[in-house]
């Protein structure tokens, strides 16, 4: 017998996305192996490089997507994982390398590629 209602999993609000438009479209994508074991949050911005793997945004290159769920990357080999490639979002939410600012140029960028970069609205 199947189970039509029963419950699959769990999703907490977390401000990320920000709007139903442009639509959120996902992906997979290659993050890079790191020096050291490293954990990246959902909302972290991802550059590309030349061979289409993914690395943290740092400035350098395109930014191209955004982390969907904490992903653990090791230092032995690159690791799949689900990512946005279109979609509103909050760019507070966005992780970046430490020190680096989005510039407009940034966020330009990833508009032209579908990811738009919106503030939630406050609640009232």
């Not at 490293?38 to 911005?45: I, S, Y």
């Not at 090791?74 to 970046?96: M, N, Q, W």
């Amino acid at each position: 017998m199947k189970e039509h209602g029963k419950k699959i999993g769990e999703m907490e609000f977390d401000g990320l996305i920000t709007d139903i438009t442009p639509r959120s479209i996902t992906s997979a994508g290659i993050i890079g192996k790191t020096a050291e074991e490293t954990t990246f949050k959902r909302g972290t911005l991802f550059g590309k490089n030349e061979n289409g793997v993914l690395s943290l945004y740092d400035g350098s290159g395109t930014p191209d997507c955004i982390l969907c769920e904490d992903t653990v990357v090791g230092t032995a080999e690159d690791v799949s994982a689900a990512v946005y490639i279109a979609g509103c979002f909050d760019p507070a939410k966005l992780t970046v390398k430490d020190g680096y600012v989005l510039t407009e140029a940034d966020k330009t960028k990833l508009r032209q590629n579908g990811i738009i970069l919106k503030s939630a609205a406050k609640a009232e």
